[in-house]
């Protein structure tokens, strides 16, 4: 956790690794080029479809958001109401009040995945959003069921991550899956080579996918829908 907060602490000063992107997200007039734009364009309509227009901004829960949520422009344009959970809010709070960051849109409450439904009642959002974050989780079956949970009939689970990034990573502590599009679905290995399937047992269907292999450049873009 410490080594986390550190990394962030490098960025949200813009020294670090990338410090581009952290200021794009700092930057409200630049923050558009860090949101998903393909994806919610794609969902946003059918959100509209099912829900009614008038609903918007769409109620999002964000599991793992960091202290820069890349969704931090669909809140500035009213297109969703992001609530936002990741373990390490209380520290990213001290670095808001470090780097003078405190109007940041959205900013998590403490929490992780496998406790989002001591925090929400269930069926309380049109959509869940997860970047680079189940592959961090203890339980990963219980936190994607979670998730689901969360999101009421019709609405959408977006998820985007990098393929593996537990074996390229090395099993550190901070990477504890495999996350894979296999003929079983969308999966997770542990370090073990065992194989969970995250959506079985769950309502959801493919709605959308992307997916770069890991000899092209290891990302997934999925979206599933709760049926």
């Not at 690794?17 to 860090?34: H, L, M, S, Y």
């Not at 964000?62 to 109401?81: C, K, M, Q, T």
């Amino acid at each position: 956790m410490n080594e986390e907060l550190n990394f962030w602490d490098t960025e949200l000063s813009l020294k670090g690794k990338f410090g581009e992107f952290t200021k794009k997200r700092i930057d409200p007039k630049q923050r558009k080029e860090e949101f998903p734009t393909l994806i919610f364009d794609a969902v946003l309509p059918l959100l509209d479809e099912h829900f009614g227009a008038s609903g918007r901004p769409f109620k999002c829960v964000e599991l793992g958001s960091g202290p820069l949520s890349n969704l931090a422009y669909g809140v500035d344009a009213g297109l969703i109401d992001v609530t936002a959970v990741d373990i390490l809010a209380e520290g990213y709070g001290h670095l808001y009040e470090k780097y003078n960051l405190l109007d940041y849109p959205v900013k998590p409450i403490s929490g992780s995945g496998e406790v989002l439904t001591d925090l929400f009642e269930g069926e309380t959002f049109h959509c869940a959003y997860a970047r680079n974050s189940l592959d961090h989780t203890q339980d990963i079956l219980l936190s994607f069921k979670n998730l689901v949970s969360l999101v009421k009939r019709n609405g959408y689970i977006i998820l985007q991550h990098f393929v593996r990034e537990g074996s390229r990573s090395d099993w550190n502590n901070t990477h504890q899956w495999d996350l894979e599009l296999t003929a079983n679905g969308f999966v997770a290995f542990n370090s073990k080579g065992e194989e969970f399937q995250l959506q079985k047992g769950c309502n959801v269907e493919f709605s959308y996918v992307f997916y770069r292999s890991v000899e092209i450049d290891r990302w997934m873009d999925i979206v599933l829908k709760k049926v």
